[in-house]
């Protein structure tokens, strides 16, 4: 074992320092890029640069790019159900789809190759049995992580937008009932909101440019609901559609909607409250009960050990 440990540490560097320098080949500009940019009239320091965190999303998408293809769905993206899941995450743009089946199809492969280069730099005896089994399990944690990291985004997303959503609404309330139109209130909250919900704020401009871009209000309002995809919101949306349609009051159904969902925000609360004693009723038996128990009975025990037990047994 020792005679493997400055091999693996020595190829560990090599692929750390390699993935190093191709991250930071991808984050300069290419002679292309300068190229572009002199014939634009415009110098690399005075233009604008991305972010590294969309530097890096560019560049993790075109390694990824060749991996996804073999994952990628057959049917039209337009068309496909997981596109959906990727606007509920937030996810808009078109390298989404490729970092996601790219990143399953490498970790599918990799997690059982860094189990097996492991077991060649640190040799362990297990049986071939529960050496496929250990791999197919790593293999099927590689494949399905990107699903449990996207499921994560959206509810942590969709969390997000029921907290910020009653504020929005009184917000988009007071601007009906000040005299601006429906579509001037969404505009303006969309802009309001962005400090308390950056994820709300950015919704209500995509609904914001549907408008302009001269769609119904109705179909603006559902597909909102559907890039969101909580039921509170689809309520909302009925409600807003219902009152645009039969001319009711739409400041008096913001009003109610917003109460509603404070209501119902209040009840979770209370709710998740309720359950806590629940949940801390396993860590007090297991972890903080036994300790207690140790600390108040253990030199009690002890005395008994060394007293009693030598005259019950008569030595």
Not at 30 to 39: H, M, S
Not at 82 to 96: D, M, Q, W
Not at 144 to 167: G, K, T, W
Not at 274 to 290: D, Q, T, Y
Request: glycine share 6%.
């Amino acid at each position: 074992m020792t005679n493997f440990q400055p091999v693996f540490f020595a190829v560990v560097f090599v692929i750390v320092a390699l993935i190093c320098y191709l991250v930071v080949r991808q984050l300069l500009p290419t002679a292309l890029d300068k190229r572009v940019e002199a014939l634009g009239g415009t110098h690399l320091d005075s233009a604008p640069r991305p972010g590294v965190a969309a530097s890096l999303s560019g560049a993790a998408a075109r390694w990824l790019t060749p991996f996804a293809r073999p994952s990628l769905p057959k049917e039209a993206w337009g068309k496909s159900p997981l596109r959906l899941r990727f606007y509920n995450a937030g996810f808009r743009t078109t390298t989404a789809p490729i970092t996601y089946f790219g990143a399953k199809t490498v970790l599918t492969f990799v997690l059982p190759g860094v189990q097996l280069f492991y077991m060649w730099a640190f040799p362990v005896e297990l049986q071939s049995t529960a050496l496929l089994a250990l791999l197919v399990f790593l293999a099927a944690v590689g494949y399905y992580l990107p699903n449990v990291v996207l499921a994560h985004i959206i509810s942590r997303r969709q969390r997000q937008l029921f907290e910020a959503f009653p504020d929005a609404l009184d917000l988009m309330r007071v601007c009906v009932q000040a005299g601006l139109g429906m579509d001037a209130a969404i505009e303006r909250v969309g802009r309001e909101m962005e400090l308390e919900s950056s994820a709300l704020s950015e919704e209500f401009h995509l609904v914001s440019l549907e408008l302009r871009a001269g769609a119904s209000r109705a179909d603006a309002l559902r597909n909102l609901a559907l890039r969101v995809s909580l039921e509170d919101i689809d309520a909302m949306v009925a409600t807003l559609v219902q009152a645009d349609r039969f001319g009711t009051s739409v400041a008096e159904s913001l009003r109610v909607h917003s109460e509603t969902l404070r209501t119902k925000r209040r009840l979770l609360a209370e709710e998740s409250a309720a359950k806590l004693p629940v949940k801390l009723l396993v860590p007090l038996i297991f972890c903080v009960f036994p300790a207690l128990l140790t600390v108040l009975l253990g030199p009690a025990v002890i005395s008994v050990y060394r007293i009693l037990l030598p005259r019950l047994t008569g030595q």
